[in-house]
């Protein structure tokens, strides 16, 4: 039997797209302004999410990431916090909110801290029709506190 360890989430490679949008732009060299706030990658322990930052100074040219006296590190992104395994920061969107990621093999998944009417989770090989594994799930209003009562 093999044994396959978790994958680590990247945001690069992982996240193929999200109906969720973004309020900052990301960032480009240039010149920014004093609390001008932007988004830049950050790799941590080999998990790469897109955080917020804030301009400390004006005229700022630095990397953020670079110079901790040039740029304040934020909370994730939107479309990255619902990946980011805190519960602090949350991914909000319009209905419906619309997930693609790309899992090289998986056999579970799980939604923690949802809120929303319903859970529709669709599994596809490859990304080919038809779909090998449907589920709909109606979210309504229980407490879930714990694994098994789900």
Known sequence: MKVIKPQT???AT?????????????????TYALNAKVLHPLTVNGVTFKYQWTSLVANN???????ATKWLQGDVGNKDAMFDGQVNVSTT?????????????????????LVGSQ??????????????YTRTVNLDGSIIVDFYMY
């Open 14 to 30: 992982t996240l193929v797209s999200t109906s969720a949008v973004e309020t900052l732009s990301n960032w480009a060299a240039g």
């Open 61 to 67: 040219t630095a990397t953020p990431g670079t110079d």
């Open 9 to 11: 989430f990247n945001s």
């Open 119 to 132: 859970l529709v989770v669709t599994v596809k090989d490859n990304g080919a029709n038809p779909a090998v």
């Open 93 to 113: 969107g319009t209905s419906p909110l619309t997930v693609t990621i790309r899992a090289p093999l998986a056999n579970s998944v799980g939604f923690v801290g």
